[in-house]
């Protein structure tokens, strides 16, 4: 078990948002976390790279655990940088006045004396040619599908173990939707422990291992992706039939 | 050989200036006006730092010089000259040039740990709160060295121009002159290297989303510690070069708009542009002096004409009215100031090829 949420409470200001939570991702799995709007799928991520408020939720009870050793106490530069977790965030907030290529130098903020970080941009721009041939361009000036592309690319440079992703496919065209999704499959393939929070159940499931499907925050059913996708109740309730 | 046109150009006439300087050939007042553009080259760039690379809004900027200013002071008049207050000199005054230098740098260096006073605030909260912050700050450091009696109190510090012409009694060339180019000229290029290197890009995502800086492994605390000391200490040795230059200084000289000229040589020049700040203070700088003549003249001209009446003159306050109407006027045409987020090579970009600050 490479990554475990305990019995997780969290919520904003006075308002609890996820009422005990908990799942866990095995190395080398890809994790989906599926449901509805205000389902708490977001407010998860965010506690697990130890946002703090107001920005982020506030922890009320519950543990997260890398490793076995609990995360609640540490900042989130550091459970990006000691921790090897990353997070593309819900509408992607990368660097809009900066270049594609300081967006991506970056994520090298805290590793930035280490020699490998030209070979690792390197490997984004082959993951992500459309970024290759944007790389000076200010990143505002980038379509939907390469902001999001942007995004992802950024999050790997922080050299990341675990990858986690918030609403990757939003706003993205159909064909783009799918591709993001491989490429997904394929960093995974090459080791990527990988945690994906949908809207687009189908999708996910298609391309997760297993899946957590949360309502009002709550895990409501769990298990592997082809069982949760054929599943009658969860069918009924979640996936539009 | 040809990316350093620029690299020599710039020293060719830096040393020109110092030739002239020597051989007498610049009016003291000239000297005085080209002095004061290096010094405040260094307050607006360093602003700038903060209030452009950023996105904060420090008011309170002339506050650091301040602290600057006197600890330098302070340092040089205790240690090169004979003081009723503070007692005989410490040191034989022929080691004062191969001293100051470091004189500054504690100047600079007591400012930086001031701007920790601003920088500590800063990690809960942003925007509105902090400009108001910065503005108490500035406040704050005026009436404390205020209440200070061993270094003047209101009347403020002299003795400075003793530390000076005991450079002179050493050796003969026109010392401030040299330490003002030689100062603007590192300063310069601190900024430069650290807003260019990965960690200085800390500070503009800091400014564009601190959420994803925070995800993207920045340590943003440690980034705005690191810009508001860096930003504080280097007007702290603007202050030095101030306090120096002058021989004579008083809280006041430093209060809130001595900060506003350091906002409008920032937004003049354009948030985040090093060139811009550096133009924007030649500019600024020429245009306060020129309004030193310009006023007395257009009074006179008005009053042959007979539209003012004889008992009303234009003082020279009026420059602090035509300072904030050049804000505004900024603000309304010109939001993005003469660069705006860009460098003079990124509208010029063959300027490119004629220099290197590698």
């Known amino acids: 078990m490479l990554l475990s949420v305990e019995n997780l409470y969290a919520g904003y200001g006075n308002v609890e948002a996820i009422h005990g939570i908990t799942f866990h991702v095995n190395k080398g799995e890809i994790v989906t976390l599926i449901g509805a709007n205000g389902a708490g799928k977001s407010t998860t991520l965010k506690a697990i790279m130890r946002l703090q408020p107001p920005e982020a939720p506030r922890l009320i009870k519950g543990d997260i655990k890398l490793n076995g050793n609990s995360i609640v106490d540490v900042k989130p530069h550091m459970v990006v940088n000691r921790l090897r977790m990353a997070l593309v965030p819900e509408g992607r907030h990368i660097f809009g006045n900066l270049s594609v290529m300081e967006n991506l130098v970056i994520a090298t903020w805290n590793r930035r004396k280490d020699p490998h970080v030209h070979r690792d941009m390197g490997r984004i721009f082959e993951l992500f040619p459309r970024l290759a041939e944007r790389r000076t361009q200010r990143a505002d000036t980038l379509s939907g599908g390469e902001q999001q592309m942007l995004a992802v690319g950024r999050a790997l440079m922080t050299n990341c173990e675990i990858l986690l992703l918030d609403e990757p496919s939003m706003g993205l065209a159909p064909l783009l939707m799918h591709e993001m999704f491989r490429t997904l499959s394929e960093l995974n393939k090459q080791g990527l422990t990988i945690v994906v929070v949908e809207q687009n159940a189908h999708l996910a499931l298609k391309t997760a291992h297993r899946g957590y499907v949360l309502d009002t925050g709550q895990v409501v059913a769990e298990g592997p992706s082809e069982k949760l996708a054929t599943d009658p109740e969860v069918r009924k309730a979640y996936l539009g039939g | ?358």
């Open chain 2, 1 to 358: 050989m040809k990316k350093y046109t620029l690299n020599i150009l710039a020293l060719v006439v830096c040393l020109l200036l110092v030739v002239a300087a020597q051989m007498d050939m610049l009016d003291q007042y000239v000297l005085t006006i080209i002095m004061f553009i290096g010094i405040n080259i260094i307050f607006a760039s360093s602003l700038n730092l903060v209030n452009g690379y950023m996105g904060e809004f420090s008011c309170g900027h002339a506050g650091f010089m301040c602290i600057g200013a006197y600890a330098a002071s302070f340092l040089s008049v205790t240690l090169f000259t004979n003081n009723k207050i503070l007692g005989a000199a410490l040191l034989p005054p022929y080691l004062a040039p191969w001293l100051f230098l470091f004189i500054l740098l504690v100047g600079g260096i007591v400012a930086a740990l001031f701007g920790l006073v601003v920088a500590l605030p800063s990690f809960r909260t942003r925007g509105d709160y902090l400009a108001i912050i910065t503005i108490a700050a500035n406040y704050i450091i005026i009436s404390l060295i205020e209440n200070i009696d061993i270094i003047g109190g209101p009347r403020g510090l002299q003795g400075m121009r003793k530390v000076m012409n005991a450079m002179r009694h050493t050796l003969d060339i026109p010392w401030m002159l040299i330490w003002v180019i030689i100062v603007t000229g590192i300063s310069l290029l601190i900024l430069y290297r650290l807003v260019n290197s990965t960690y200085g890009k800390g500070i503009s995502a800091v400014c564009q989303d601190e959420v994803a800086a925070k995800i993207m492994s920045v340590n943003t605390d440690r980034v705005k510690m690191v810009a508001f000391m860096v930003s504080s200490g280097l007007a702290g040795v603007a202050g030095g070069l101030y306090a120096h230059m002058y021989g004579y200084i008083n809280p006041q000289a430093f209060n809130i708009l001595k900060s506003t000229e350091g906002l409008v040589m920032v937004y003049l020049g354009g948030m985040a542009s090093l060139s811009g700040s550096v133009l924007a203070a030649i500019l600024f700088t020429l245009l306060v002096e020129a309004l030193r003549f310009a006023i007395p003249a257009v009074d006179g001209a008005l009053h042959a004409i007979h539209v003012l009446p004889d008992g009303f003159e234009l003082s020279q306050v009026w420059k602090w009215v035509l300072i904030p109407l050049i804000l505004i006027l900024l603000m309304q045409f010109r939001p993005e100031g003469l660069l705006g987020n860009r460098e003079l090579t990124d509208v010029f970009p063959r300027l490119r090829r004629w220099f290197t600050l590698k």
